[in-house]
Structures are given as structure tokens and as C-alpha cells.
């Protein structure tokens, strides 16, 4: 088993702390696991991107041509990655600030308003754990409870911060949760 | 070795600043530039926390000679820096050879040559090898290729530069240095039980002079101090070498692989050997000293050999003054700060086993 996820949007959205802390889950399970972040020029242009490769062998490479997985929570990445997605692979869209859909139809696309998700909680920083969340919900890599223990290890100095992200993280898990079963 | 109990999730350039300070390093001279920037910046804070002093200089060649300094008084130091800065250090690389003065200094090498790019690349190996500075000398070279080796062999670097009283370096890429793995961190060393150092410059009062220099104008002497050195050298070929084999036992073709490139051609061989070819991976740990006897070693039943490189082609001189012409040394390389994938490296497996009629 080897999958790599690829999670792209803004600079400030979180996509690298979602990335962070799927890595630091994966860790925690044991698992094989790299995080690459985007670096040098292209992170001054004000999108991030990062790639999270989780295995139960050795990785070869941190880089991923062809992601399983494409986390995008902006129209700038929809544009850049929706063509590298494997076939058969999942994008995660934040619905409410991608305007565009994707054009291919080989791919699985998973729809998820995290800004308005998050807007209810009273915290609107949090859209990315609440994508954490519908996507760990569909795609299973870690346990929810992996994803929680991280969550807990990684912000355990900001509790306010640490609190917020296991709430946001719940309602995007039960977000796609409850989609699954009302489908 | 005792380590820490938890795995920590930290970027390659962090990793080699902590492993640095868990061996003992105390004082860190560097000038930034991309893509290694994190790791004086981790430096920065955490030195200070252990009485540590951390000065980014005002250039690198200052930097490389405030290395100089703080050997000679005895302390574990450390510079680091990425391709061009390396180059920029090379005067005072000659300097700690021929000085005999311990240091660990940090290649992230990036694309080149001039000023290149940030991307990984593997293009410094002759550099590091061979010596990008003047005069007969030599500096161990070791290459780590995860997060864990990049911990294991920092830490081992200081003893063994104490040990032999010679600059180490480690060479990796601007990828080994972004990149987060899980690793876990030997335990803190208590400075004042590191072995001591009979032979520094830290005031002579009570006790004979020490006298380190690099000046020797007798041509006598001159001769003498680089048989003294070269000794030493031959000492640590005969004990340093390290390496890693995969699946060579039985391999017709071995792929020869080091730090980035040797992950990716790992994959490739298990992809083809589930294809049912019988091919082996060797990873020479330290570039200096080469497994030039491993290699001979493995000619006896592999008459195929693969050198893989991020780079147009550098290690594998080694590996033909290694073989002498007893087997055949096919070269494939990505220049430039391209990482292939190891579906790449596997179709080219294939082929040779193919086109050469290896059976």
C-alpha cells in the first residue's frame, strides 16, 4: 500500500498543518510516512501546497507526479492538480471557495463547504480540519482516533486552538458521514 | 545507543541541527541560502537553550573560518550551507585538512552548476569527493539517505571527525532537507564526558605550547606532514567504509545508488524483481571511503552494473576504477534537480536485462 495525497490552496488556509498532522497520524499508527511542503519561490507567490505519502513499506520518493489524492481548497490548485490526479483518484473540494468543477470525468469528486462548516462552529480558520475530517471519513487512511491523538500532540501548547480543531475535524467527518448514509 | 522513547515528525535540515546538538555541537558559523535556510534558523534557537552560541556571519568563507577558530579551541562546531555557499567554503575545507582540526560541515545540495536552482540534485559529488579545494587532502563523505540516517550519521560524524581529527561532510539535497520523516533522536550527550582533546589552543599557561599550522615551507617537512596525512587516510579507508545491500545475493545486475536516488532505485528493483529479474541494489553510505571492495566483491557473480545519479554522471568513475574494467558499467542519470520516479528506473532494469540478454 502506498498512497500520496496532495493537499493545495492559499497560504494561510492550513494546507500544510492538514498535511502536518496526517503525517504526525500516520507516525503515531506506526505507518511509513513523508511530508514534502512546496518550497522556495513558488511558496512566495502565496500558494502552498504539500505531499503527504503514507505506506506500509519503505517510500521511495516524497514527490508525487501522480497523486491518489488531491486536496484543493482554492481555484488556483483545482487548476494546477486536477490534471496529475491519478484515474480513479479522489479530489476533496472545498465547495465553497472553488467556484470551478473539475473537467474530468475519471476522477471521484468529493464536495465538501468547509468555510460555511466552519463559520458555524464561530471559527472560520478551522475549514481545514473540518476537510481533514470528510476526508479522513472517506478515505480511511488513518483511524479518526490517530487523527485526534495528533491533533492533541501537535497544538497541545494553544488548547483554545487544540479544542477548535478536534470540534472542526468531528463536524467534517459527520459532514460526509451523514451524506454517505442519507445517499 | 539510547534514544528518545518518541518518534519526532521534523524536516530533514531540523533533523541534522538536533542530531548536531544531541552529539554534542555547541557552536554553529553559517550564511543563509535556499534550501537549508531551517536549518541555521533551528540552530539559531536551540543552541542558545544548551549554552551554545550561534552567529550567522557575514559571509561564508567568514563563517567557515570562525569554524577554523572554535576547532582549535576543542569545541564540536558545525557550518552548513547549500552547493554555491559550499563552493565559497572550500578554501577553509583545505584549511581544517591540512590543519587536522575536526568540523561537520552540511551540503543540501541543489541544482547547478553557477547558481542553479533549489531543487535536489546530486551534482557536488566530485566536489565533495575529490576535494573542491586545493592540495592532497581528504574529507570523509557521508550519505544519508532518510531522516533517520540523517540524524545517525550527523551524530557520528562529530566522533568520527574528533576521532580522526578531520573535517566530515554530509551530503544531501535540497529534498533530504525539506522533507519530514519520523525519527528518533539519540539522547542528549554530556559534553564535559566527551573524550578530551589533548592537542587545542586554549591558552598555554602551566603547560607546553600547542602549535597548530598549515605553513610548512620546508619541503621536507611539507613531505612529511602529507605522509602523515595520507596514512591517516589509507587508516580510514581501511575502517570507515560503510554501505547498504539489497537483494544482491543472487543479482546478475546491481544498481549502484546513493541519498535520493538510491530510494528511488530501491522501489525499482522491487518492481522488477516482482517482474521475476534477479537484480540487487548497493548504497555506498560513505562516499569517502568508496566500497570499492564490496563492489569487486559483488563483480564475482554480477557482470551487469547500473549507476544511477541525480547528476550527468560523477560517481560512476568510482564504481569503473572500482570494477577495473571486470564488468559492465551502464550509466543513467537526471541532471538539474529532476526526480524520476521509480517506474522510470524499473523500465530501464527491463531493458538492460533485455538488450543485453542478461539471463
Known sequence: MLIKTVFAGFGGQGVLSMGYVLAYAAMIEGLQVTYLPSYGAEVRGGTANCTVAVSNEEIASPIASTPDNVVVMNNPSLEKFQHQILTGGVMFLNSNLVEQRPVRGDIIVREIPCNDLAHTLGSDQSANMVMLGGFIQQTSLVRLESIQSAISDVFKEKKKAKEMNLKALNVGYDYMKNREENA | ?359
Open chain 2, 1 to 359: 545507543m539510547k534514544r528518545d522513547e518518541k518518534p519526532s515528525l521534523m524536516r530533514g535540515s531540523h533533523i541534522v541541527a538536533e542530531a548536531a546538538v544531541r552529539a554534542g555541537c555547541r557552536y554553529y558559523f553559517g550564511y543563509p541560502i535556499t534550501p537549508q535556510n531551517e536549518l541555521p534558523e533551528y540552530m539559531s534557537r536551540r543552541l542558545p537553550e544548551v549554552g551554545g552560541t550561534f552567529v550567522q556571519a557575514e559571509s561564508e568563507i567568514a563563517s567557515i573560518n570562525m569554524v577554523i577558530g572554535a576547532s582549535m579551541a576543542g569545541a564540536r562546531v558545525m557550518t552548513s550551507s547549500s552547493s554555491p555557499g559550499i563552493s565559497l567554503k572550500q578554501e577553509g575545507i583545505s584549511y581544517l585538512g591540512g590543519l587536522e582540526l575536526p568540523a561537520v560541515i552540511v551540503n543540501m545540495m541543489r541544482g547547478g552548476p553557477g547558481l542553479g536552482n533549489i531543487a535536489p540534485s546530486q551534482s557536488d559529488y566530485f566536489q565533495a569527493t575529490r576535494g573542491g579545494g586545493h592540495g592532497d587532502y581528504r574529507t570523509i563523505v557521508l550519505a544519508p539517505a532518510s531522516g533517520q540516517e540523517l540524524c545517525d550519521l550527523t551524530y557520528r560524524a562529530f566522533d568520527l571527525a574528533d576521532h580522526y581529527r578531520n573535517p566530515v561532510l554530509i551530503l544531501a539535497d535540497g529534498m533530504m532537507g525539506q522533507m519530514m520523516e519520523p525519527v528518533r533522536f539519540p539522547v542528549l550527550r554530556d559534553v564535559q564526558k566527551l573524550p578530551k582533546k589533548p592537542w587545542t589552543i586554549t591558552g598555554a599557561k602551566g603547560r607546553k605550547s600547542h602549535f597548530i599550522r598549515s605553513l610548512i615551507l620546508d619541503p621536507g617537512q611539507m613531505e612529511e606532514h602529507n605522509w602523515k596525512l595520507i596514512r591517516k587516510y589509507e587508516q580510514i579507508t581501511d575502517q570507515e567504509v560503510q554501505y547498504e545491500t539489497f537483494k544482491t545475493e543472487d543479482a546478475k545486475l546491481v544498481i549502484v545508488a546513493f541519498g535520493t536516488a538510491a530510494r528511488i532505485a530501491k522501489a525499482a528493483v522491487k518492481r522488477a524483481r516482482a517482474e521475476g529479474l534477479p537484480v540487487g541494489l548497493l548504497r555506498p553510505i560513505t562516499l569517502w571511503p568508496y566500497p570499492k571492495k564490496a563492489l569487486r566483491e559483488l563483480s564475482k557473480h554480477a557482470k551487469h552494473f547500473f549507476v544511477f545519479e541525480l547528476n550527468a554522471g560523477q560517481m560512476v568513475e568510482d564504481v569503473q576504477l572500482a570494477l577495473k574494467g571486470d564488468a559492465d558499467v551502464f550509466f543513467y542519470g537526471r541532471p538539474g534537480g529532476v526526480v524520476p520516479n521509480p517506474a522510470e528506473i524499473a523500465r530501464i532494469i527491463s531493458r538492460q536485462f533485455f538488450q543485453k540478454e542478461i539471463v
